[in-house]
């Protein structure tokens, strides 16, 4: 079978074995313990035996999931799923997917599922309730602007210098407009996002700073007639992992796999199909 990740070893101390006590044989106690690899697909205590149920919310949105059907492997996290599940040793016919709601999967308490990818971000207060894999994906800063705008047909980070932008005030968009960018003249600053895309339709700013994620939401539902003309890395961003429940015996596994998946550079190909290629977000130097 495939390893491509450390192998997790659970030693299992069965105590001690003693003989002869209080006798005058050679016997001695002695210590006899086990040493089993947990990160077996045999060993791996699943929600179900022999099968590595995942979870994501309904509907599923693209990139992360194409034609609302985790099932199909199409998609970022379709495709980060199934992979981490070979590292795992289960192959898509071995994985069942289940459906759990954003809100509730990093809530405290039991879970009906091994792991669930849904862009969910790895933060302290959440990590007090569940575990959280390495993570699989930090999200960069995009820029967005109308299809018919000047700013639309830049092709890198020089191009944007003369753009007017906005940014809502306090993110790391706005330090990473600043700071990465570096525009001619100070971006405008809002006070919330709704202000920051009215301004865009109005045409009161060029282009606007947000993160991919929130990028490619904004221009499938509420600004159809804007574009991500492109992505670009900046400190700050947005970090996502597995969530698993709380000291799950899993968690080591899950992160293994990740970690290998980063070695090999699948991870990397995924992640330049799905949130690049596929997302029509081309990376701005």
């Known amino acids: 079978m495939k390893k491509l990740y450390s192998l997790l070893v659970l ?35 699943t929600e179900s035996s ?17 034609d609302d059907d985790p099932t199909n492997g199409e ?34 308490g039991p879970k009906d599922f091994d792991f669930d990818v849904n862009q969910i971000s790895i933060t302290p207060q959440r990590e007090q309730a569940v575990d959280f894999s390495e993570t699989y994906y930090t999200a960069n800063q995009a820029v967005l602007a ?7 047909e830049a092709t890198s980070l020089d191009e944007l210098t003369d753009v007017q932008f906005g940014v809502q005030i306090g993110t790391t968009s706005l330090s990473a407009t600043e700071d990465v960018i570096d525009p001619s003249d100070k971006p405008e600053v809002f006070n919330n996002s709704t202000d920051v895309t009215t301004a865009l339709k109005n045409g009161q700013i060029d282009a606007i700073v947000v993160d ?3 990028a490619l939401y904004l221009t499938a539902v509420e600004i159809p007639e804007a574009m991500v003309v492109g992505q670009f890395s900046a400190p700050g961003g947005d970090e996502w992992g597995a969530l ?14 990740v970690e290998g998946l980063e070695a090999s550079g ?3 190909e995924i992640t330049t199909k799905w949130m690049s290629t596929a997302a029509g977000a081309p990376v701005l130097e």
């Open 11 to 45: 030693s299992l101390a069965l105590g001690l074995l003693v003989a002869g006590c209080g006798s005058g044989d050679d016997e001695t106690g002695a210590t006899d313990s086990v040493a089993v690899d947990v990160c077996e697909p045999g060993n791996l205590p």
């Open 50 to 66: 022999g099968v590595l149920t995942i979870a994501t919310d309904k509907p599923a949105y693209p990139p992360y999931f194409e």
């Open 75 to 108: 998609g970022f996290e379709s495709a980060v799923a199934y992979a981490i599940a070979e590292q795992l040793g289960y192959p898509q016919g071995k994985v069942k997917w289940t459906v759990e709601p954003f809100n509730s999967s990093y809530a405290p």
């Open 146 to 152: 109308l299809k018919d705008s000047e700013a639309a």
């Open 212 to 214: 991919l994620p929130t």
């Open 244 to 257: 698993l429940a709380k000291d799950s015996p899993l968690t080591a596994c899950v992160s293994a796999a």
């Open 266 to 268: 699948e991870l990397e």
